[in-house]
């Protein structure tokens, strides 16, 4: 399927979803959804993914639920009265893992919001432990606070920190000690769906974001291999 933008009619079905999140609702709407929001998201996985390549040639970009698609409905223990999603995720990842804990670039969109990240939105305990063991290298903390600064720069958001104290084992002195304090590291942009959106622009636009976050992208790769060596080290 040729990407030509994300339809104005998904939009429609998810603002729908809002006012009628039920799973009788959805199933007897389900072809909508096959029709204007699945096969646009494969098709854009697929076009996204090759232009991705040649950033990083070793991208995931696999048009499939629990690859690059994610599953609409949510996990019902926790959302007995909204099963429904009603915001689009997508994601490409780089590495062997996980993919929620391998390096990404990630997009998701709703009737009134559009948002692109790169990099790893939560850690996971060991993917914690060994970003704390891995910015422990000067080279490392040095590299990762530059490459924040200019994407701050650039207009892209940081996260702040999760937690409001230095870990004790850090060296809490150190000039970017504040990185210790983070649980994930990734950077963001935000928006709202426009013409860009519904037509094959949003490739392009997606490309130059994902491009200008590439230099965090690669670090947070790095910092997955190092987790992957330190396991192996250690017999895990």
């Not at 030509?4 to 999140?21: A, C, D, M, T, Y």
């Not at 970003?131 to 892209?156: F, M, N, T, W």
């Not at 928006?191 to 997606?206: M, V």
């Amino acid at each position: 399927m040729l990407f030509q933008g994300f339809p104005k009619e998904g939009l429609v079905l998810l603002s729908e979803i809002e006012k009628n999140n039920t799973k009788e609702w959805f199933e007897a709407n389900r072809e909508r959804h096959a029709r204007y929001i699945v096969r646009p998201n494969q098709a854009f996985v697929e076009e996204m993914g090759e232009h991705l390549q040649i950033l990083v040639p070793t991208i995931h970009a696999i048009p499939k639920v629990n690859k690059s698609l994610f599953k609409i409905y949510r996990d019902s223990r926790f959302h007995p009265s909204d099963p429904i999603k009603t915001r689009i995720g997508l994601l490409f990842w780089q590495g062997g893992g996980h993919r929620m804990q391998s390096s990404s670039f990630y997009m998701h969109y709703a009737p009134h919001e559009l948002f692109w990240a790169a990099g790893i939105r939560n850690f996971k305990p060991p993917l914690l432990s060994a970003y704390r063991e891995y910015i422990q290298k000067h080279a490392e903390r040095e590299a990762l606070h530059q490459i924040l600064q200019d994407l701050k720069s650039q207009g892209y958001q940081i996260p702040e920190p999760h937690y409001k104290r230095c870990p004790r084992e850090m060296d809490c002195e150190d000039a970017h000690s504040y990185l210790y304090r983070y649980r994930a590291m990734f950077a963001y942009s935000s928006g709202t769906p426009n013409r860009t959106f519904h037509s094959a622009r949003i490739i392009d636009k997606s490309f130059g974001i994902y491009e200008a976050m590439l230099p965090l992208q690669q670090w947070v790769y790095r910092l997955t291999l190092h987790q992957r060596e330190s396991e192996m080290r250690h017999g895990l």
